[in-house]
């Protein structure tokens, strides 16, 4: 309530803030979590939760009138359709040079991404997270996170035969036949789930197509996980539909200012709470958001210089392939990628197979790329608008493009193929719009110190994506996890 006062507040129930959470209500620290999307536990009128990829609706996105889906368009047809507006679960947050996509709700993006669980390859660590220790890394951090997040894999010998990843043998096949390592990546999706519900045993959820707005069974989400062993320590409160607007200083402590939502988005009270330490988890886009604008306006004016900096985008980039009439990809592809191609040693490119998971035969092979883009961008106040910019050009996405070509020019002349041009707009080949993984903005041992420490503040912290300096090599929430492993164990032996 208004006035309250709290040891520790813990802004976003992503990754970071999930981590933070646990640990610190293990060490005997009452924690309040606070987050501005749904707690997403009461099924809507159809029963579920959460709606299919393939029906979004109400529930599908963050405060929109129009939906915003990734692949905007089939076989020339735009996809997208009007919505009511509503605190939904997909964020399309739209900056001048690229939309972000993020998860909304208890959970964080845990709830919309595919659950891929990958660790990088350690020869790349440096470049991931320069001022961190790689062997404290490999050999304590990254098997906990995997292990509390509950990464799993896929039993090959069925990957081998079920109907539902005939679209990722496809890619397997034609990445082989040009030389391209093939590797399996681990998941979060519970694999024994799936193989039931292939098998007809189980409700159906990944075989049925559901990702990108909940998911109804198998994923092994951080309500499922992290979150759900912080509350049952009885330690640690969590309070949807409540968005952070302002930290400041006041006395030895924070004042924080936090606007309750209704389920369309609209402010209906705004209290002010004081904690003793403020952890940032809003994810990297709404953390780098909120220090910017603080050290802007003069709320927290001793922040650094590097506030904002630092931002990438993973080097994403999405393509599709056609292919022949005799490479069919499946009627039913589980939305649950658990392959890739791996080209980043000598071409700075990993691209993950991914689902069309549409009902329908495609004919289409659909790739996620993970580049070694190294254009970085900032944030910026912008004041006459009263709004937070990204500095970030559609045309940086050039270098990605160029790397995921490396491996998708190969494949198409080796199989006497071409490149779809109907999935992101008319004769569109590159999905250069977007990103699924944004990364920086408040970078470790620059912004804070090599333990997310906020320089100029003591008792606040930063402790989710925007650490990591704009790109993991892989997908990136494995990372995210266990750098705040290892970051909330050293600020609990030392300043609690
Ligand atoms: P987040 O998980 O983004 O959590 C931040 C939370 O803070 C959110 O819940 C948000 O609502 C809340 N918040 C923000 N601002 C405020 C505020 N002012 N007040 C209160 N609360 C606030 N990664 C992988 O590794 N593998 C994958 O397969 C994968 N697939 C993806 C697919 C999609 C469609 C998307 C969108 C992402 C995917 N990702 C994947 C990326 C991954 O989900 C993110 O990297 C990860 O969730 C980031 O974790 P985080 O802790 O930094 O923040």
Redesign the pocket.
Known sequence: GDGAHVPVLV????????VTALRLAQAGVDVHM????QAWETPGSDGKIFPNTRTPDYRSYWLRTRTKQ?LSNFLGFPLDKDVPRHAGI??AEEFAGITV??????????L???????TPRREHFGSVLPSVNPAEMYDVYYPRANAELGVNHVDPAWWETVDCYQYARVGRKHAQRSNFAFTLVP?VYDMNYMKQEAAGTATKSAVDGE??YGNNHGKKSLPKTYLARARATGRVRITPL????SVTRAGTRYAIV?EQLDTSGNVTATKTVTADRVFF???????S??LTKLKATGALPNLNGEIGKGWGDNGNVMCGRANHLWDPTGTVQTSI?TAGIDNWAAGGAFA?VAPLPTGIETWASFYLSITKNPNRAQFTWNAAANRVDLSWQTAWKQPSITMAKTIFDKINSKEGTIYRTDLFGAYKIWGDHLT????GGAVLNKATDNHGRLHGYPGLYV????LIPGNTT?????T?TAL?ERNIERIIAEDL
């Open positions: 802004i976003g129930t992503g990754y970071g803030g999930s606070l987050e501005m999307g990734p997909l964020d996509y993020q998860g909304r709700g208890i959970g964080g993006g845990s919309v991404n595919g659950g891929m669980a990958v998941n990702i990108l409540h968005r952070v607007t936090v988890a809003a994810g990297s886009v709404g953390t958001k909120l990628p993950e699924y993984h944004p990364l402790v989710d994506g925007a892989v997908n990136p929430f494995v995210i705040a």
